[in-house]
């Protein structure tokens, strides 16, 4: 419990990148550290994530910490009162919403840190990640390793030839290149379509 005297500072944290750079594993390690410090805190992820657990946000490396589940990202506005920190994961599945959401949440006091992807398998802004991006008093982007020539990667490459926006998955249908890989790689996936 805060003293009487002391200030709620809300503030908005983006952690972005590709697939495979560590965006969850960074938001897990933040939510401990507030946890550690005997900070109140809410985690949501979209329910559509199911890949390692339901109920938990999972890391590439088996980390993890409990969440809720959900489909609609107003119900992060029902948190308790003496919550201090929301923690989102995949953020970019809740859509453009989340922005005001955020912007709520942090004006009432709450510090919110939001992970997810910045662009799509095309190299395009995706879903809200751009906007918080722009709010937010802190970004972080984070890189993988490009798996084809060593290079900082900052894209997500789909490996499958799915053409829906949403398509969750792992190293079977993605992969993280720089973007001269990732250039090649898109103009090779067009000449066999």
Do not use: W
Request: aromatic share 6%.
């Amino acid at each position: 419990m805060l003293p009487e005297n002391t200030k709620k500072a809300g503030c908005i944290e983006v952690i972005c990148g590709s697939m495979f750079s560590g965006k969850t594993e960074e938001l897990i390690r933040r939510l401990k550290r507030a946890q550690f410090a005997k900070q109140k805190i809410e985690i949501f992820k979209p329910t559509i994530d199911k890949r390692y657990s339901e109920l938990d946000v999972v890391s590439h490396d088996l980390h993890k910490i409990p969440c809720t589940p959900i489909k609609d990202p107003k119900r992060m506005l029902k948190v308790a009162d003496d919550v201090q920190v929301v923690g989102i994961d995949e953020a970019q599945f809740f859509g453009e919403e989340l922005v005001s959401i955020a912007q709520t949440l942090a004006n009432r006091g709450i510090r919110v840190i939001a992970a997810g992807l910045d662009t799509d398998y095309l190299g395009k802004p995706f879903g809200p990640i751009p906007a918080l991006m722009a709010i937010a008093e802190d970004v972080q982007k984070v890189h993988a390793i490009c798996v084809r020539c060593g290079n900082l990667a900052n894209h997500s490459h789909r490996l499958t030839s799915s053409q829906k926006l949403v398509e969750v998955g792992e190293k079977d249908k993605y992969e993280p290149l720089c973007r001269q890989c990732f250039n090649e790689a898109l103009e090779a996936d067009s000449k066999q379509q």
